[in-house]
């Protein structure tokens, strides 16, 4: 433990922890791909848009179910591992956890319950419904998991958190489709996501010995979070998935549900850009935490800022590749795809705004200054869900890229000009 924490003196220790989370982050995304390709390839546009759904509405419940205590425990982490009072870590972790898991088991409740109301009530292509109740227990899977890994980061547990995240599960989900793929051995569709459900709780497992291992050794102290106190550093990453969710079931509706594998095939893709961006969100959060706490503005800016330009010169290539050569891109995944080439450049150019913002959304966090960010976050999706409803029926896939694009401009003006204002130089 002394050990870690003496590691970040190095000047250099952070440039490698964002170099370090972005190669294993884009393992993950690379997984991702992998068994999108897998099952375009398998079973077609239809069965990509059914699985998309299901893994995103998931997504959506585990990101409600962490209450944001995943974000707080970072910031508080960051000052107690600074006091070196790891009992009260210990025990502020426990409460997190009590309560990340009673809200994951309640979540994976309703998005069961919801999906079978939906199916016998609401909508006429029910293909996405069994996708949807399997990947539910996801919610609790993956809140836990991510509170957990949040805290290996704290520590200084780069590799571990990082290989515990989307690389592990998704990975073995890949390799198991990839073997089966090659060896030409039939299977039903939704097999797909019993085996994503199960490398996810597999790593759950792996991750809670871990934590386990460091529990034993911290002691007992004071809890310095309460149930409800992340509820505001959450909702803008809440606002923001349930804004992507939503557009995604209006292309389903819309135009169809092959059209919403077409569509989320783009957006899968745009993952690997946006990946920059949230991994290194994800890495940078206990540095800032750790600066914040020892009042140092000029550190604090300057790892923001780094950040935004290591990921511009990471990202780049990806867009060019989008921008110029969208057909082969997509053409890797069936001719089928490839109608969706000219809005594949859009949506790249709009996730590569994300990654030059920078870190600031979590920078605001450790501020104690989540209010602006939610307020922001609600303004770009007030802009981009009506566009999105409106543009994709008369410019069909492109529509929604050039309405993501519309509130990636606002998000980002705003949000650095909002963390100018919250921390100025004196």
Same mark, same amino acid.
């Given at each position: 433990?002394?050990?870690?924490?003496?590691?970040?003196?190095?000047? @250099?220790?952070?440039?490698?922890?964002?170099?370090?989370?972005? @190669?294993?982050?884009?393992?993950?995304? @690379?997984?991702?791909?992998?068994?999108?390709?897998?099952?375009?390839?398998?079973?077609?546009?239809?069965?990509?848009?059914?699985?998309?759904?299901?893994?995103?509405?998931?997504?959506?419940?585990?990101?409600?179910?962490?209450?944001?205590?995943?974000?707080?425990?970072?910031?508080?982490?960051?000052?107690?591992?600074?006091?070196?009072?790891?009992?009260?870590?210990?025990?502020?972790?426990?409460?997190?956890?009590?309560?990340?898991?009673?809200?994951?088991?309640?979540?994976?409740?309703?998005?069961?319950?919801?999906?079978?109301?939906?199916?016998?009530?609401?909508?006429?292509?029910?293909?996405?419904?069994?996708?949807?109740?399997?990947?539910?227990?996801?919610?609790?899977?993956?809140?836990?998991?991510?509170?957990?890994?949040?805290?290996?980061?704290?520590?200084?547990?780069?590799?571990?958190?990082?290989?515990?995240?989307?690389?592990?599960?998704?990975?073995?989900?890949?390799?198991?489709?990839?073997?089966?793929?090659?060896?030409?051995?039939?299977?039903?569709?939704?097999?797909?996501?019993?085996?994503?459900?199960?490398?996810?709780?597999?790593?759950?497992?792996? *991750?809670?010995?871990?934590? *386990?291992?460091?529990?034993?050794?911290?002691?007992?102290?004071?809890?310095?979070?309460?149930?409800?106190?992340?509820?505001?550093?959450?909702?803008?990453?809440?606002?923001?998935?349930? /804004?992507?969710?939503?557009?995604?079931?209006?292309?389903?509706?819309?135009?169809?549900?092959?059209?919403?594998?077409?569509?989320?095939?783009?957006?899968?893709?745009?993952?690997?850009?946006?990946?920059?961006?949230?991994?290194?969100?994800?890495?940078?959060?206990?540095?800032?935490?750790?600066?914040?706490? *020892?009042?140092?503005?000029?550190?604090?800016?300057?790892?923001?800022? *780094?950040?935004?330009?290591?990921?511009?010169?990471?990202? /780049?290539?990806?867009?060019?590749?989008?921008?110029? @050569?969208?057909?082969?891109?997509?053409?890797?995944?069936?001719?089928?795809?490839?109608?969706?080439?000219?809005?594949?450049?859009?949506?790249?150019?709009?996730?590569?705004?994300?990654?030059?913002?920078?870190?600031?959304?979590?920078?605001?966090?450790?501020?104690?200054?989540?209010?602006?960010?939610?307020?922001?976050?609600?303004?770009?999706?007030?802009?981009?869900?009506?566009?999105?409803?409106?543009?994709?029926?008369?410019?069909?896939?492109?529509?929604?890229?050039?309405?993501?694009?519309?509130?990636?401009?606002?998000?980002?003006?705003?949000?650095?000009?909002?963390?100018?204002?919250?921390?100025?130089?004196?």
């Amino acid at each position: 433990m002394l050990f870690a924490l003496r590691r970040k003196a190095s000047p @250099f220790r952070y440039v490698y922890d964002l170099l370090v989370g972005l @190669f294993l982050r884009g393992g993950g995304a @690379f997984a991702s791909f992998v068994v999108t390709w897998l099952i375009a390839r398998s079973f077609g546009a239809g069965v990509v848009g059914q699985y998309q759904i299901g893994l995103t509405t998931a997504t959506l419940g585990s990101l409600l179910a962490t209450m944001g205590l995943h974000l707080v425990l970072v910031r508080e982490a960051g000052r107690l591992i600074t006091e070196r009072d790891l009992g009260s870590l210990a025990t502020t972790y426990r409460a997190c956890r009590r309560y990340v898991i009673a809200a994951g088991l309640i979540m994976t409740a309703i998005i069961f319950g919801a999906a079978i109301l939906l199916a016998e009530a609401v909508l006429e292509d029910t293909t996405p419904i069994p996708f949807v109740m399997t990947f539910a227990p996801l919610a609790v899977l993956f809140a836990w998991l991510r509170l957990n890994n949040d805290l290996l980061r704290s520590l200084g547990a780069v590799w571990r958190s990082q290989l515990l995240e989307g690389v592990f599960y998704s990975g073995l989900t890949a390799i198991v489709l990839l073997v089966l793929w090659l060896g030409g051995i039939a299977f039903p569709a939704l097999f797909i996501a019993v085996i994503y459900l199960g490398s996810a709780a597999l790593a759950l497992v792996i *991750s809670i010995r871990i934590i *386990s291992a460091k529990l034993a050794h911290w002691g007992h102290g004071t809890p310095q979070i309460g149930r409800w106190s992340g509820i505001l550093a959450v909702a803008p990453a809440v606002v923001l998935t349930a /804004s992507d969710w939503t557009i995604l079931l209006i292309v389903g509706i819309f135009l169809s549900i092959p059209d919403a594998g077409v569509y989320r095939t783009l957006v899968m893709y745009s993952t690997l850009i946006v990946m920059i961006s949230t991994s290194f969100d994800i890495m940078a959060a206990p540095h800032l935490a750790k600066a914040r706490a *020892s009042g140092d503005r000029r550190q604090f800016f300057a790892k923001v800022n *780094s950040a935004s330009l290591l990921g511009l010169a990471v990202a /780049s290539p990806l867009v060019l590749a989008a921008l110029f @050569f969208p057909t082969p891109i997509l053409s890797l995944f069936g001719p089928d795809f490839a109608r969706g080439a000219p809005a594949l450049g859009i949506l790249a150019l709009a996730q590569l705004i994300r990654v030059v913002v920078g870190p600031a959304a979590p920078a605001m966090v450790m501020l104690h200054r989540e209010k602006p960010v939610l307020y922001i976050e609600i303004a770009a999706a007030v802009a981009s869900i009506p566009l999105a409803f409106v543009l994709v029926q008369h410019l069909d896939l492109l529509g929604p890229p050039i309405a993501i694009l519309t509130a990636s401009i606002l998000r980002g003006v705003f949000t650095r000009w909002a963390l100018a204002r919250a921390w100025p130089a004196t």
